[in-house]
T-cell receptor, first 112, second 115 residues
Framework: DQQVKQNSPSLSVQEGRISILNCDYT??????FLWYKKYPAEGPTFLIS?????DKNEDGRFTVFLNKSAKHLSLHIVPSQPGDSAVYFC???????????FGKGTKLTVNP | EPEVTQTPSHQVTQMGQEVILRCVPI?????FYWYRQILGQKVEFLVS????????KSEIFDDQFSVERPDGSNFTLKIRSTKLEDSAMYFC?????????????FGPGTRLTVL
């Protein structure tokens, strides 16, 4: 049951450059999407979210883009910093349900 | 900043034994959740809880699992007879009101190892 897919298990980027993390989903009922960041030995930490009525949401260095027709979202981090090195999870939810459906995560490494 | 706490950080148990995982949600939060992550796999929803009742559960959350809010601060997950496949990281989460768009705040997790 892979309703939320993150096809890149890892990504390596130079400090100061853009990090782009991708996520695809198959459930057309999903209408709310989130990105969480996770450091080792910690729980997931909320980063940014987007509702399906929007195609872009920005918060500081983080921007999430949503392409509903392609069932695709992406997280852009500009500029990337070494402290951004973590596992990034894409998650989604649908109306009438409280649960978050997560992808498997992408491990981002930002090299100094 | 308030945070969700979980104890223990690591629990080792024998197959067939009962375990109780404990969580202290953020104090003014009303909705509580348990998720788990088997090593190398995705984070999976188990159950949500509001007003002393389960509000939603997944197919994973079978009769071996139960949740309870025994007092005003703790939220527990009990596994009655553990199986090898229950070995996972278990995360507790909470939200202030429970609107679907509310941020779910996660605890650091309990690593459960079933031998």
């Amino acid at each position: 049951d892979q309703q939320v897919k993150q096809n890149s298990p890892s990504l390596s980027v130079q400090e100061g450059r853009i990090s782009i993390l991708n996520c695809d989903y198959t459930n057309s009922m999903f209408d709310y999407f989130l990105w969480y960041k996770k450091y080792p030995a910690e729980g997931p930490t909320f980063l940014i979210s987007i509702s399906s009525i929007k195609d872009k949401n920005e918060d500081g260095r983080f921007t999430v883009f949503l392409n509903k027709s392609a069932k695709h979202l992406s997280l852009h981090i500009v500029p990337s910093q070494p402290g951004d090195s973590a596992v990034y999870f894409c998650a989604a939810s649908e109306g009438g349900s409280e649960k978050l459906v997560f992808g498997k995560g992408t491990k981002l490494t930002v090299n100094p | 900043e308030p945070e969700v706490t979980q104890t223990p950080s690591h629990q080792v148990t024998q197959m067939g034994q009962e375990v109780i995982l404990r969580c202290v949600p953020i104090s003014n939060h009303l909705y509580f959740y348990w998720y788990r992550q088997i090593l190398g796999q995705k984070v999976e929803f188990l159950v949500s809880f509001y007003n002393n009742e389960i509000s939603e559960k997944s197919e994973i959350f079978d009769d071996q699992f139960s949740v309870e809010r025994p007092d005003g601060s703790n939220f527990t997950l009990k596994i009655r007879s553990t199986k090898l496949e229950d070995s996972a990281m278990y995360f507790c989460a909470s939200t202030p009101v429970g609107r679907r768009t509310d941020t779910q705040y996660f605890g650091p997790g309990t690593r459960l190892t079933v031998l």
